[in-house]
């Protein structure tokens, strides 16, 4: 049809453009990512002293062997924020993932198939965008894309393209950890011509010797050997718990599951590259399937391959997909149109915050620094009003603090601290016993951790820390007595000036379509924190504003139900846990108060099954354990209700009142001489209440030790005649 060439030639057109679009929405992502500044500290470091080889920005690692195989990138990150700021390195990084794939399209035959390349750069693009930070990994990024077009070429054209690759394995092992990859790949281009060539030995020798040369040329480097030592050992660590728990980056990708966006789409590109694989199963050529599944295999392994994988699968759904001319025109209309307004739509919702919101991101787009992000005023507050000897941080603290010439205690350069030491820092999150023992081991005299911290439970203990600082981000404390903690009027200005400086969000359900809505997080970590300091009648309004900004947080209805549950208004609290519960069913927290409340609301099987869930996660809480013994006994039901006491005595030992349980119920069940153990001890820890003897009597009577029996009578008759003043 004559109409139907301009929209031919329009689409494949629109598609291009919107594609051009999503790589800058998706690049252009403030600099948001924990690496970033001990990277630019360590830029600093070589442009004055060279490549580093011991620690120097740590007094717990300080002489450590450090062999920092990015000390090139952190040099150049350097350089380029000395001339350009912060937005000019969010701009090199566009580049440099623009760069990226579109060598992994001219790695293939695009010209042919235009409409497959429309269908899965977005896509691909979408999988990896999580991964667009600020980051040595961009380099390897470009260059693995630059390795698959160098050997694609080579393959179709004149020999002189092999000979670039052993000047770019140099460049890449003094960019990126992971440059053995262009061995890899190389030696995996040589291995499929040895089998295309088994009978001519004579053409591998030029591909052979190339791989060799580029072998060699990761030698190249001011670590040499030990730098090649370095690259063979960092498999490892992606299979090691203390590392995974140092870096989500390291966690297989399906572990994050379908709310973060970029499992969906590498799900849906799986899904592309597995049908265009089917469609030419007998013809698929063998160097890209093979290194689309080494990939594959190292993406499933780790969600910081996955942009690898993307970039392979790129060239590979092109090369294999069906030419132009081989689409029905309808069809061919359909998927590009589809493809250009997937990428717009993506587009819109990158640039206008919607895509960050709706994953729980704190990031946003645009250029410079994330907000209410790094530890901004707290390093200023420590460095003028501190000058603390030994302080104490989280892992992300740390990378800002060495930036700003501030020892650290941990930072994000895993290599670089023993791993014992790595070991200690993640129990001491979790463990109450090993923070105590690093507390007296290394004598921290101030501590600096963000308002979501684990460790913010131990130093809200206010007879051993005081709080002196709080902001958006991050709280100071120091020892008690070494200054004055702050007053509750001194709290309660510090949030009249949080919540100026917050302002009030853009309501999420008002905000126009070209409107930028606004981040929950930062209303929601002083909501949070502000409800562990115990003051929730302050929490209460930037929870809600929370709400306003993205009604679909995760965490603002339960803070909202402590708020109502503190001023004795239970009906309310539990419908806000409930609401909270609708949103996220794993918050235990939610869950275990919302089974609480209805259980003091007198509603014991709507409890039930929310204290049943509770325990699971936590199987250590007393109080639970003992509210179900009795939800299980009100209803009768006298096994699960015996198992529950057996639970909540042995938790908590020196509870009278699970002690007394226990006793009852193994008397009702005919477990006499259990009984009578557990109101020994119950007597024993209440030794002037009447009732308890009086059961005790009974029960040993029942086991025929009428002796014992006719004593704790007679105690109780005592007790029960003495008049209490």
Known sequence: MPTARPLDRLLPALGAASILVLLATASFRRIWEADFFWQWRTGALVAQSGPPRVDTLSYVSAGRPWIEMRWLYCRLLHAVVAATGFPGAVALKALAVLAAFALALAASPWRRAAGAACVVLPVAILAASQRFYVRPELASFVLFSLFVFVLSRARQGPARWFYALPPLQALWANLHTLFLLGPAITALFVAVEAFRFRGEPRKLLRPAAVLLVTCAA???TPYGLAGVRFGLGLPSELRDPVYQRMAAEFLPTFQFGQRYLAVVFFEILLGICAVVALGRLRRLDPFLSLLLLVQLGLAVLSIRNLPLFCLAAVPFVVTHAPADAAWPAMLRRAVLGGASALALAASW???????YVWQHDTNA??????????????????????????LFHPMFEGSYLVAQEVQSFVDPRLEVHARAHLARYARMMDDPASWEEAVARFQFDAALVDLGSPFLRPLLDRTRWALVHFDDVDAVFVRAGAAAPLTDAEVDARVEDLGKALGEPLPYREAGVLDRVTSPAPFLRVARFLAQLGRPDRAEPFAAAALAAYPAVYGAHEILGRAAEAREELAPALAEYRAELARDP?????GRQAGLLAFRLHRGEEALPLLAQAVRHVPEDAEVWGVLTKIHADGGRIAPALECARRAAALSPGNVSYQSNLGRLSAVAGRVDEGIAALRRATALAPRRADLHRDLAVLLDRAGRLEEARAEANRAHRLEQEIVP
């Open 349 to 355: 919702a990158l640039a206008t915050d919607r895509f």
């Open 218 to 220: 990761c030698l190249l």
């Open 365 to 390: 787009f645009g250029a410079g620094l994330a907000a209410h992000r790094f530890p901004v005023e707290a390093t200023r507050f420590v460095k003028e009003r501190l000058h603390p000897r030994a």
């Open 586 to 590: 794993a918050n235990v927290l939610a």
